[in-house]
């Protein structure tokens, strides 16, 4: 079956930097598109980034433009989330997620069928 594992959380100051790794394995993902999603507490999940496994087109939310980077190694099956310049307001846990790439609806959560257990970001001012 599918498992999505993320790692490269922690604690980090204002201005820091983060890499969060996420290690996809149980299909081939040709044809899938991986998010990124965070979630604090009493707050819905937010979509943060997302990339398509084939083509690697990238798409962010307005908040993290400039600043966070999503990338891929086929190789590795393996999808990294680069946060530079991190914020007090980017604490949160993340989630690393993989659907079918319809070509639309990347921000959703109902794209992705598949879910990682999250990684904690916490960043102090």
């Known amino acids: 079956q599918v498992q999505l594992v993320e790692s490269g959380g922690g604690l980090v100051q204002a201005g820091g930097s983060l890499r969060l790794s996420c290690a996809a394995s149980g299909r081939t993902f040709s044809g899938y598109i991986m998010g990124w999603f965070r979630q604090t507490p009493g707050k819905e999940r937010e979509f943060v980034a997302a990339i398509t496994w084939s083509g690697g087109r990238t798409y962010y939310t307005d908040s993290v433009k400039g600043r966070f980077t999503v990338s891929r190694d086929k190789a590795k099956n393996t999808v990294y989330l680069q946060m530079d310049s991190l914020k007090p307001e980017d604490t949160a846990v993340y989630y690393c997620?993989?659907?079918?790439?319809?070509?639309?609806?990347?921000?959703?959560?109902?794209?992705?069928?598949?879910w990682g257990q999250g990684t904690q970001v916490t960043v102090s001012s």
């Open positions: 997620a993989a659907g079918i790439d319809y070509g639309t609806r990347w921000a959703s959560q109902r794209t992705y069928a598949y």
